[in-house]
């Protein structure tokens, strides 16, 4: 029998002994007394033996072992494990107990921590309405002034402005990506919302692209200290003398995450560092570099969006650092005549052969994304395409 039911019992039959004693005593309402609570322990250990022993076998809620049985635990653990725990239910094993466990499923969709970054936000951009355009610039030249003429001289003639057209043409980029009905339906998580962000973050991609190919085009600058010069040498001579005043007020350095560590270690003779943060509270992440007599705006990008390129020669690892000097806005242009716009559609017919997929038949949702833009580079005289090579790891 159960420890508590025992217990019961117990009291239960102490107080029939008392009933008896006081009513031989002739006392007669004390026997009553005790005769109530008599009664009212008997009910209670009624309502507890139902719940807690109903088969009367006390099998149900054993008790709890005392702590000299100890001993006796630890000597069938060794047995048990001499066996190879054979006989015992675990959760590990399914058949064994594992079925029962609850298993820890989050059906809502994380996302790793990523280092986003648009290069539109660097560039200028411009909506058009129509497929093509040209924009005309008069071309950069130095004006040499009037020549002296006499009295009653003839004046000669000088030349004019010239003018440089830029074209642009748009093209259409565009994807789609095909999901069933039952995950749209079935998914605790928001389905349709991810796949419209993951077509949001291709636009941010395909526009990264375009921008970073519209830079290439620039042949790209050694800027990597020699014997004998400063770190920022050659740095300096491009804004001071290659960019010059025309972009003095406007330059800035873009670079990624190797290229931020790279400056992040170069000090001065005094040995404080040349990458400071920037006074301006309204942005407490950007920094500036000390070049000189000047303090110039440094803009990282990661490296998933603005690579370092790799080389492997004899045996040896270099990595070329991408560092872009100057005003990126007066560099090139995004041509935007259409923003992404995302459609939807459960019975549209997409593909070609065996790779073409019917939404109605098949039962599935497309998602398209498309757009039309064109890059064009304006003025190639506004940037400095450059890069810092460094030994690799």
């Given amino acids: 029998m159960n420890r508590k039911l025992r217990e019961l019992l117990d009291e239960i ?59 006796d635990a630890i000597h069938e653990f060794a047995q048990a494990a001499r066996r190879g725990f054979r006989n015992m239910n675990n ?31 660097l560039v200028s951009t411009e909506s058009v309405g129509t497929m093509s355009g040209r924009r005309t610039y008069q071309t950069r030249s130095n004006h040499t002034g009037f020549a002296k003429v006499a009295e009653a001289g003839k004046i000669g003639a000088k030349n004019g402005p010239t003018f440089t057209p830029v074209n642009y043409t748009i093209e259409k980029y565009a994807g789609y990506l095909p999901v069933t009905n039952e995950l749209l339906e079935d998914s605790d998580a928001n389905i349709s919302q991810v796949l419209i962000e993951w077509l949001g973050e291709e636009d941010v991609a395909t526009r990264n692209a375009l921008v970073l190919a519209a830079i290439a085009t620039k042949t790209a600058v050694d800027l990597t200290p020699v014997t004998g010069e400063g770190a920022l040498d050659k740095i300096k001579k491009a804004l001071n003398v290659t960019l010059g005043q025309a972009f003095a007020s406007t330059s800035v350095i873009v670079t990624n995450d190797d290229g931020l560590n790279y400056l992040d270690t170069l000090r001065d003779q005094n040995g404080r560092y040349l990458l400071q943060p920037d006074i301006n509270p309204d942005n407490p992440f950007s920094m500036t570099l000390a070049i ?102």
């Fill in 13 to 71: 039959n102490g107080l029939k002994t008392q009933v008896i004693n006081l009513t031989e005593q002739g006392k007669i309402e004390e026997a009553k007394q005790v005769k109530q609570e008599l009664q009212d322990k008997q009910a209670a250990f009624d309502l507890m033996k139902d719940v807690m022993d109903p088969n009367g076998d006390g099998t149900v809620e054993p008790e709890a072992k005392p702590v000299e049985d100890k001993r």
């Fill in 91 to 121: 959760e590990g094993t399914p058949a064994d107990g594992g079925y029962t466990v609850p298993e820890d499923i989050q059906t809502r969709i994380n996302k790793f921590r990523e280092a986003n970054f648009s290069l539109q936000s």
């Fill in 292 to 393: 000189g007599a000047r303090r110039v705006p440094v803009t990282v990008v990661p490296n998933g969006v603005m690579a370092t390129t790799t080389n492997q020669s004899d045996n040896q690892t270099s990595n070329q650092i991408p560092f872009v000097i100057g005003d990126l806005k007066e560099y090139c242009r995004i041509f935007d005549r259409k923003q992404l716009t995302i459609s939807v559609s459960d019975v549209a017919a997409v593909g070609t052969g065996a790779a073409a997929i019917n939404a109605f038949e098949e039962d599935l949702t497309i998602f398209r994304g498309i757009e039309r833009l064109d890059v064009e580079v304006i003025d190639s005289a506004a940037i400095v395409n450059g890069y810092i090579t460094v030994s690799g790891n």
